[in-house]
Nanobody
Framework: QVQLVESGGGLVQPGGSLRLSCAVS????????IGWFRQAPGKEREGVSCISSFDGSTYYADSVKGRLTISRDNAKNTVYLQMNSLKPEDTAVYYCAAGEDVYGSSWWLGSEYDYWGQGTQVFVSS
């Protein structure tokens, strides 16, 4: 009954913005860390960002620092990924994932997470 549903993807021009949402049901964000991952065609899955349930600490891949921001709204059981200054290389399917025991030193490993959403497609193109 645990479910994560991503939304907010679509087509955007380079330099544009999107906000992705990850709606969580079956558990509370109070006790789960949430990560964002992406996978482009022909490429490996890449950890993008993570937010801690304990203290709200955030983590980012170097490639997105300063452009993407992760946040959460515990009352709505939703995590967001604000994406600004988008580049063509940001084109990918974006997934959110939940884990109980995600460590800051390994937040970027998919194996740290227990539950995954179905993904939402982001196209960055002119």
């Amino acid at each position: 009954q645990v479910q994560l549903v991503e939304s907010g993807g679509g087509l955007v021009q380079p330099g544009g913005s999107l906000r992705l949402s990850c709606a969580v049901s079956g558990f509370t964000l109070d006790y789960y860390d949430i990560g964002w991952f992406r996978q482009a065609p022909g490429k490996e899955r890449e950890g993008v960002s993570c937010i801690s349930s304990f203290d709200g600490s955030t983590y980012y891949a170097d490639s997105v620092k300063g452009r993407l921001t992760i946040s959460r709204d515990n009352a709505k059981n939703t995590v967001y990924l604000q994406m600004n200054s988008l580049k063509p290389e940001d084109t990918a399917v974006y997934y959110c994932a939940a884990g109980e025991d995600v460590y800051g030193s390994s937040w970027w490993l998919g194996s740290e997470y227990d539950y995954w959403g179905q993904g939402t497609q982001v196209f960055v193109s002119s």
